[in-house]
Nanobody
Framework: QVQLVESGGGLVQAGASLIHSCAAS????????IGWFRQAPGKERDFVAT????????YYADSVKGRFTISRDNTKNTVYLQMNSLKPEDTAVYYC???????????????WGQGTQVTVSS
């Protein structure tokens, strides 16, 4: 059992930056990957980025490479998503999720945060 609590959504203009955080509790994260996904209205939930807790290996969707950075703070059991150069097409509800392996398909993740809205105006 893993509980994930997200914070950091908001309304920003194109080109702005935003930081999301995902605080985890309930079970050791040593064997987990923490991923970020997003879902726009009427769209499927898409992979954004993921990081392995023990090794810190990172993976990014092509659409966010060079703009978004995922990181972790072991002492706080928290994963961060730094989003720079935001675009209107980044507008979505963002979710963090935990998996026992690294996947880019949201269906493979076991635990989910509550989701936070990111809106980017042009």
């Amino acid at each position: 059992q893993v509980q994930l609590v997200e914070s950091g959504g908001g309304l920003v203009q194109a080109g702005a930056s935003l930081i999301h955080s995902c605080a985890a509790s309930g079970r050791t994260l040593s064997s987990y990957a923490i991923g970020w996904f997003r879902q726009a209205p009427g769209k499927e939930r898409d992979f954004v980025a993921t990081i392995t807790w023990s090794g810190g290996r990172t993976y990014y969707a092509d659409s966010v490479k060079g703009r978004f950075t995922i990181s972790r703070d072991n002492t706080k059991n928290t994963v961060y998503l730094q989003m720079n150069s935001l675009k209107p097409e980044d507008t979505a509800v963002y979710y963090c999720a935990a998996s026992v392996n690294v996947y880019t398909d949201y269906r493979s993740y076991n635990y989910w945060g509550q989701g936070t809205q990111v809106t980017v105006s042009s």
